[in-house]
């Protein structure tokens, strides 16, 4: 479904194909949906609903905006104010978090921390200005283990002035779910200390925009931009496109020079993490091009079917898509950086002794058993009573990280983009990011101005992790 948040006017994917069928063109879904009225909100109620994940399926309870997984797609122009309205319908509090957006700090949906949760039957007014173009996305930040595992997110899409140059649009929000024999959400292992302690909890069932293994339509020669959303609790999707040349052009939102795939042709693209893609479609007509998930057996998660006898041209296009830059200001590093060291410590296999949690100091059992809390950054588990560190806004700040356990992490800052300065596995890339995957016992420095005032989450966005120890928060104030 696709909701212009300038009209609240809602249309399914169906009836635009149709529209699309209509006009004589089958495969082409029309790139934004055109501004009709302004300051209508965008209505997101969180509630109960059933997912059909394969058409034949059981129906899946689950919890979405709207009722459906994903949500709603939220199309604004790049620095258009956006008006959403939060009803809570699924009877625990709740909130929303604008993943990547750059925004005022009370409009970023951390529960007790930048604004009350909204309770059961109640509602809150989202209004914030998206003053970067790109693909985000949005998702509660309460209970956010249970919330997001059972459906509740949607993408947000910034849409350049101009946009890029392509033929059409696709968006592939990608979920992996635990689901038992009667196709329901397993909720025994859900909040489990096990899944927290390893690699969180990983699904059985991998599905893109709600769908099993969906037919996507296109055609030979075809210029596709591709928004991809990993929407999974922790799983690191590795992802390969088959029958297609592929350049990435942006990650976390943020454009980067396009480059093509690494020689393996995989793309890494940790929970969280988003990136687009210009994919040019190299079979013929009549093919099928899978999308494959290969992190481990490999799956294929979609494949786009070529029309029958069509070509949208005869030759693929060689120009690469370039997208305009956003207004990110790299931090200067000859300017006085604030420069915090980060130590990831816990997990199976940690050699952790213990770690305070609400001031107190406990050994690892005791903080396992007593508070469920088996990670610590710095020594302490959730820390959210004090900030981590306190910066004055328009300072640069070096945070070193050293993950000191023996499992990756999906490192997320809040309210800033950050640039990865040095690390020891993989390559430094200079590209914003808001999401950052650090290998086991890897250690990685990340820079970023601190450029917007509030108190901002800085946490593993592997939910089972982040729920058992490791998320705290660091404060700029106005200088
Ligand atoms: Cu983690």
Not at 37 to 50: F, I, N, R, T
């Amino acid at each position: 479904m696709t909701l212009d948040v300038r009209s609240g006017a809602f249309l399914t994917r169906r009836s635009i194909m149709v529209a699309a069928a209509a006009l004589g063109g089958a495969a082409l879904l029309p790139r934004g949906l055109k501004a009709r009225a302004a300051g209508d909100p965008v209505s997101l109620e969180a509630k109960p609903g059933e997912a059909r994940f394969l058409p034949q399926g059981p129906a899946t309870p689950v919890w979405g905006y709207g009722g459906s997984v994903p949500g709603p797609e939220i199309r604004v122009r790049q620095g258009a104010d956006v008006l959403a309205r939060l009803t809570n319908g699924i009877g625990e509090p709740t909130t929303i978090h604008w993943h990547g957006i750059r925004i005022d700090n009370a409009m970023d949906g951390v529960a007790h921390l930048t604004q009350h949760p909204v309770m059961p039957g109640q509602s809150f007014d989202y209004r914030f200005k998206a003053p970067d173009a790109g693909t985000f996305w949005y998702h509660p930040h309460a209970h956010q283990v249970m919330q997001q595992d059972r459906g509740l997110y949607g993408l947000l899409i910034v849409e350049e002035p101009e946009p890029a140059a392509v033929d059409r649009e696709v968006s592939l929000v990608i979920d992996d779910w635990r689901l038992d024999a009667d196709g329901a959400i397993e909720t025994r292992s859900l909040e489990h200390l096990f899944d927290a302690a390893h690699a969180g909890r990983i699904g059985n069932l991998l599905t893109v925009n709600g769908r099993v293994a969906p037919e996507l339509p296109a055609r030979a020669g075809e210029r596709l931009r591709v928004r991809l959303c990993n929407a999974c609790n922790a799983r690191v999707l590795e992802l390969t496109f088959e029958e297609a040349r592929a350049q990435v052009v942006a990650v976390d939102g943020q454009p980067i020079a396009p480059e093509p795939l690494p020689g393996d042709g995989t793309l890494v693209v940790p929970p969280s993490g988003r990136a687009d893609l210009v994919l040019d479609m190299a079979g013929g007509p009549g093919s099928r091009a899978a999308v494959k998930e290969v992190s481990r057996q490999p799956v294929s998660l979609a494949h786009f079917a070529l029309a029958e006898g069509e070509r949208a041209r005869d030759k693929l296009l060689d120009a690469p898509v370039s997208l305009p830059r956003n207004p990110v200001r790299a931090p200067d590093l000859g300017q006085d950086p604030l420069v915090f060291a980060l130590l990831m410590e816990g997990g199976a296999m940690s050699r952790m002794a213990g770690a305070r949690f609400k001031g107190e100091y406990h050994s690892l059992r005791e903080l396992a058993q007593k508070h469920r809390m088996v990670w610590a950054f710095n020594g302490k588990a959730n820390n959210h009573s004090e900030p981590m560190l306190t910066v004055a806004a328009g300072r640069p700040v070096v945070i070193e990280m050293v993950n000191d356990t023996a499992w990756p992490h999906a490192m997320h800052i809040h309210g800033h983009h950050m640039l990865v300065t040095a690390r020891t596995r993989g390559a430094v890339k200079p590209w914003f990011r808001d999401t950052v995957l650090m290998e086991a016992r890897e250690e990685m420095t990340v820079a970023f101005l601190a450029d917007n005032p509030g108190k901002w989450m800085l946490h593993c966005h592997m939910l089972e992790h982040q729920m058992a120890g490791m998320s705290a928060y660091f404060e700029v104030t106005r200088s």
